[in-house]
């Protein structure tokens, strides 16, 4: 046999498919090779494990001050045994906030609180923007330009001020806070949902598909949803970066999280006044904000580019 | 491309009206009795009614829009219940100071974020890229207010007494009275009216006002405390602004045409700047667009953190107030200013790209 | 077919929005009432158009004391003899009119701006007697006031007063610390020591004239229950709260009012902290394992709690703690929340407290547990009212402490609600101002004040003022430049709460406190040049007591300090 055939076979008999290779895998091996990426799950993993293992981690109680059961002042630096804290003194490690409580243990626990404000809100925005993408795409017409135009409506206000008329007609509270963000980010999901399905929409599979007498829904779950799903799921992860900040921006006014909740956004806020005296309580859970809104934007961006089709990598 | 302008226009009118109809209807909802909520310490029912009555509170709600639109079309913006005060008055006072802060904000951040951008692009995977880009990730993350307040910290406390020192808070020095341009002039200028309205609101604009008058150090107060403000409020869309020009200057740069223009012996700066940035300009104009919206949001968080009393600051005061005339006519201002600058992005998009006139 | 229609519609809607713009301007959705509503100022200039009247005598007077009010009339009946009746004797009667807003304006001015309105000159242009006057207010940056070379007493020292302001004590104490400003306002509790270590700095502290309690609605349930009541009372650490979450030198409330007000401290103290007998109390009550309520509160800086947002959620976490009760924290809009204090809306604890206008119990324990309680504490107690009925009526301090030792003990017997702390508040000045001072009723007078080598003091407060029509104003930001520019025919000794005269040359009460007569100073000029006489006073009470006045109009129309003291307006619709 020529070496051709004997590839060939040997390649048969090993039953190894060379079209096994599936999306996912090409995706997922595409992202690992981003390093800003890597960079961004990393972040991701050790915060999912921080909003995990909070409890055990935390020193202190995250919601009872510490007053009467140690001397301790509002507002106290940082004392940190490691460095220099003389080790007769309670160890606060970011010091103790404005009501005698650990901000090391809120800032812990305020880390399961901003994952779930993220995974939530965009959700909510999710579930709502699809249906109302896809059903405007798909059906077209008077019903498509309606939908476009309130959301340009909505899309016409700033949305952190939309945010908070939501929320002040609502009542503050986190739960508002919530859908308020939900409802401004509603608009993006729909248009990226929209256009991905108008785009679709054209193609010869559908209209095969539509020939052969499959029903619309048939026809929108099993051929434009799974097209839809890449962009979304990039805009979603970007989208929980925006949320967390929108969030903290609520928090910040008053608005989102109520005390004594330890959300980073209202810590921050909460001690906005003493930056210059007890700088540490404004730092730190900006800090966290930050690094929790970067690591998802950097896996935003990781997705995007592995997702993109466009972008010629060899050995996907 | 006239016919691309009114077609344009005329679908932005619906727009108009939905946002007319919405504000309308999101001020009525917010709930709360504006009467005692203005009112407050311990307003009788009867003092109540007449304030009402007064305020023409006590109309059933379509007549109340009907006269809200007719208003509206007269640029009459109503009477603010808590400061007693007509809305344009309120709103030629106050914004000024936003428009001069989004305005600056925007300034820096197209001045470092376009050039940053350009250079990592151009130096594509080098360690200039990486370390701009990295800085541009952790620009997009921050909280605004965050970074206003470490700011502060930094340039107004830690900084004190070095010539690197900036103001914390407010638009001038204590004392520092801005005279208008109409003052140093001496323009003889009708009390009321739009012309005054639009005198004073000029006079209001520091920058614009100090530069009139030939005033330097005015413009040099003045300029000093915006520079934390404006760092603030910049820095997300610097972030953004640079990110978006290195991709779409690398999509250029990766093209057949730039190739050609090197091929045929053009300098690199040339066809860098020449070629390849014009046509990477269009998405530009697409994220500036979008950025003034997360801008204006931001100006409630930054006008908080440094004491300015502008637009977003009174805006978010006046919602939580339930001072229906201010939050009306604020957002109608918001909305109609966003819906003229998507027309005028679009059409720039016409100009720039004459394809898009034909879809 | 579908473009053109589309392009069809735009065009009918546009052709009629244009119609609506260029058609004729509606008529005012604001219906004009008795008052002339002044839109705009007729020209910048409206006072140097003012033209002095000569004197001729005027009265004011109510035909009869049926609608509810003390002024039964005032009467200018010379040039410089102004005479107040009373329908009550009213021994606190010159604490009152010492008020800042009673500060006299002429009444040319007064009729010439229309008593207020949007846009009115009157809200931004108060002309008074006052050792200084008003320059400019620039709106969102400052107000400038400038001394006034005629004024009748000792001149004020510095020649420009700069009144500033900043949300944020950390950005106020910056700008002290800078030297950017001389003096600021509410210093933050952990500002204090800051200042006390700073020999550039003098922190003066303000006289505690005022009470932080937690409010019960008594016909709310679980908290119509004495126990219940008793349990919150007694459960509930107050010197925790004052020594962690208060200045120096604030203190824990044994009483409603504070002891430096006569009579203010008689009577029984309030309860020991004792945790095991407040848990047996809510057991007895029926709740051995607590309950679920609200703590509403609205986020403002006050001198009677300078950390609100702390204190509350202190108050939750030992009301957990101690008690089992779970409260959850509901932050309201300041006028909504008092409004639905005033109304007895509030069904949970609720966080309010009250600084005094006067120094006398009247304007205490009176507030609240007199004739004329809000609705917020629910169904009032006769007892209580019957006790400061009887005290309120007398004149003699010694008198009335009887009564008030009664009042006071059926307070803590009650329990209508806890009183938590009375409140230090402070300013700062720079060390090298002489003449500092401060007031218990933020009554600051910056006419004594001097800092060699400046002929400006700047001066930051809280705030905005909303209006300078001090008359129709009541926060102290508002009233703190009406103090400087106007003044009324008593005042307060600086730094003090001792009533001293100023316009008048003395007031004296007939045998029964029902008539006060005012000799009026003479030769003393307004800041434009006019003469004060007796029809100036009369105007500018007049304005505030007759409701159909048509320069009854104000800022807001509420004139809160002429019905807190007065009771009620005349002709009220």
Redesign the interface.
Known sequence: MSQTEETIAKLDSENISLMSVSLWQVTWRRLFRRKSALVGMMILGFLIFIAITAQWLAPYDPYIPLIGLEPVTMRAKPCIHLLGCPADKYQHLMGIDGNGRDEFSRLLYGARLSLVIGLSTVTFAILIGTFLGAVAGYVGGWLDNVIMRVLDVLLAFPSLLLAIAIVTMLGPGLINALLAIGIVSIPSYARVVRSSVLTVRETDYVSASKAIGSNTLTILFRHILPNVLTPLIVQGTLGIASAILDAAALSFLGLGAQPPTPEWGSMLGAERNQVFTAPYLVFYPGLAIMLTVLSFNLLGDGLRDALDPRLSHVNG | MFTYILRRFLSSIPVLIGILFATFTLARLLPGDPCRAVLGERATDAVCDEFLHRHGLDRPIPVQFAVYVNEIAHGDFGVSLRYSETVGQILVERLPTTIELTFCALILSLIFGIPIGIISAVRHNSWVDVLTMSWANIGVSMPVFWLGLMLAFVFSLLLKGTPLWLPPSGRLTAGNLAPTFAQVWGLKVPAQGALAAMVEFIGRLNILNAILTGNWSLLGDALKHLILPSMALGTIPMALIARMTRSSMLDVLDQDFIRTARAKGLRKNKVVLKHAFRNALLPLATVIGLELGGLLGGAVLTETVFNLSGMGRTLYDAISARDYGIVQAFTVVIAIFFVVLNLIVDISYAYLDPRVQLK | MKRSM??LI??V??TS?IL??CGP??TA???A?AAPVV??????SLLSTLVEEPFSPVTVSAPSCDYGGEMKSIEAVDEFTVKFTLCYPDPAFLSKIALASFGVQPKEWLNATGG????SEL?TSPVGTGAYMLN?W?????V?LIRFDDYWGTKALTK?V?L?W??????R???LQ?G??DAIDNV?P??FA?IQADSNLQILNRDPMNILYIGMNNTAPPFDQLEVRKAIAMGI?RS?IVS??YPAGSVVADYFTPCMITNGCVGDKWYDFDPVAAKALLAQAGFPDGFTTELAYR?VIRPYVA?I??V???V??QLL?NLNITA????M????Y??AA?AGELKGLFLLGWTADYPDQTNFVDVFFGAGQ?DSLGTPWPDIGDALRQAGSLADPAAREPFYVTAHNLIKEHIPMVPVAHGVSAMAYKATAQGANVSALSDEMFAPVSISGQD?F?F?GNS?P??LYGADE?DGESLRPYIQITEGLYGFKVGTTDVTPFLATGCTPNADVTEWTCALRQNVKFHNGFGLDAADVVSTFNVQWDASNPLHVG????F?YF??CFSAFLN??
């Open positions: 589309f392009l735009s065009l809607v546009l929005m609506t713009a301007k509606p959705v604001v219906p009432t839109d705009t100022p007729v020209s910048a207020g309105g949007p846009g809200l400019q620039q709106k969102g940056q400052e400038d420009t700069v500033r900043g949300t944020e004590s950390a950005q104490l910056q700008e800078a950017t400003v933050g952990a500002d800051t650490d925790r962690n979450f986020d950390q947002n702390n509350a959620q202190d939750q976490a703690a959850t924290i509901n932050v809009e300041s006028g909504t008092l409004a005033d809000n400006t700047v930051m905005e909303i209006s009541s800022n807001t129309g509420e809160y019905s807190t009220a619709p």
